[in-house]
T-cell receptor, first 116, second 113 residues
Framework: NAGVTQTPKFRILKIGQSMTLQCAQDMNHNYMYWYRQDPGMGLKLIYYSVGAGITDKGEVPNGYNVSRSTTEDFPLRLELAAPSQTSVYFC???????????????FGDGTRLSIL | AQTVTQSQPEMSVQEAETVTLSCTYDTSESDYYLFWYKQPPSRQMILVIRQEAYKQQNATENRFSVNFQKAAKSFSLKISDSQLGDAAMYFCAYRSTGNQFYFGTGTSLTVIP
């Protein structure tokens, strides 16, 4: 019963490097989300996807890109890492049909990313 | 855009006592959902309780209950018989009709033995 799986759990990058944070869910959820959580703060939405092939910007999308080629996977890419992107990144998924519903988000365990 | 406000950055409670965490939100929508999540030091986000805006009855889950006041746009969490394992950050979250989630800045709960 894997749920939402994020890899890696920790990563240190140098300024200007690029990397991809992986996220996979096995619950057949149509919605997937990427958040960042800065120290002492709540979660800020970076990007989200309502289904395969569809993505949209959240509150803080600059410096990131996403793709959703399959229902299961929703990778987040940092092209030119900057110190301001040092944060903990959470991937989440949820299910929603046209009626909405009270389904919560299911979260991965997070990726702690440091840019030095 | 919706905003979620948690005005208590830190709270503490004696073990076995009751504590209430506050949450208010701003929205023009009439149909939405509200959630409380718990984030222990392990950083996992754990669903505590959920509430549908169209339901007048307050949700309860064992020792956790909410006081949902739709007109006041208030959604507080009450933890009864507090246990050491309840110590964590608690986040209030709003789910819009567009299925976006908005989170508050969190309340850090300390449980005193």
């Amino acid at each position: 019963n894997a749920g939402v799986t994020q890899t890696p759990k920790f990563r240190i990058l140098k300024i200007g490097q690029s990397m991809t944070l992986q996220c996979a869910q096995d619950m057949n959820h149509n919605y997937m989300y990427w958040y960042r959580q800065d120290p002492g703060m709540g979660l800020k939405l970076i990007y989200y996807s309502v289904g395969a092939g569809i993505t949209d910007k959240g509150e803080v999308p600059n410096g990131y890109n996403v793709s959703r080629s399959t229902t299961e996977d929703f990778p987040l890419r940092l092209e030119l890492a900057a110190p301001s992107q040092t944060s903990v990144y959470f991937c989440a998924s949820s299910y929603s049909n046209y009626q909405g519903g009270n389904q919560p988000q299911h979260f991965g365990d997070g990726t702690r990313l440091s840019i030095l | 855009a919706q905003t979620v406000t948690q005005s208590q950055p830190e709270m503490s409670v004696q073990e076995a006592e009751t504590v209430t965490l506050s949450c208010t939100y701003d929205t023009s929508e009439s149909d939405y959902y509200l959630f409380w999540y718990k984030q222990p030091p392990s950083r996992q986000m754990i669903l505590v309780i959920r509430q549908e805006a169209y339901k007048q009855q307050n949700a309860t889950e064992n020792r956790f209950s909410v006081n949902f006041q739709k007109a006041a746009k208030s959604f507080s969490l009450k933890i009864s018989d507090s246990q050491l394992g309840d110590a964590a950050m608690y986040f209030c979250a709003y789910r819009s009709t567009g299925n976006q989630f908005y989170f508050g800045t969190g309340t850090s709960l300390t449980v005193i033995p």
